[in-house]
């Protein structure tokens, strides 16, 4: 069974760090994208960023060079350091892993991060 599990959330002031990791375990199958995704109360889940196997990365515009994703293959591991955060980062943050075959897709728990003004 695959888990996907989430941790570093939690409260910090608007200007503060925070880093997020994601572990997924179980899959007998290779992850080819890893992603952070985000949702605020009262709004859809969104995009934050993704990276691929070969370190390739993408990030939505509100978080983009105040957020860096990155990985490590061997632990199929990820990773969302969060810098300079801003009240409106405030969010479940989820980690998302999708596989080379077949292209399953595995969600975690999801991890409050707070942003205080």
């Known amino acids: 069974q695959v888990q996907v599990v989430e941790s570093g959330g939690g409260l910090v002031q608007a200007g503060g760090s925070l880093r997020l990791s994601c572990a997924v375990s179980g899959s007998s199958l290779s992850i080819n994208l890893m992603g952070w995704y985000r949702q605020a109360p009262g709004k859809q889940r969104e995009l934050v960023a993704i990276i691929t196997s070969r370190y390739s990365s993408k990030y939505e515009d509100a978080v983009r060079g105040r957020f860096t994703i990155s990985r490590d293959n061997a632990k199929n591991t990820v990773y969302l350091q969060m810098n300079s955060l801003k009240p409106e980062d405030t969010a479940v943050y989820y980690c998302?892993?999708?596989?080379?075959?077949?292209?399953?897709?595995?969600w975690g728990q999801g991890t409050q991060v707070t942003v205080s003004s």
């Open positions: 998302n892993a999708i596989t080379v075959t077949g292209g399953y897709s595995y």
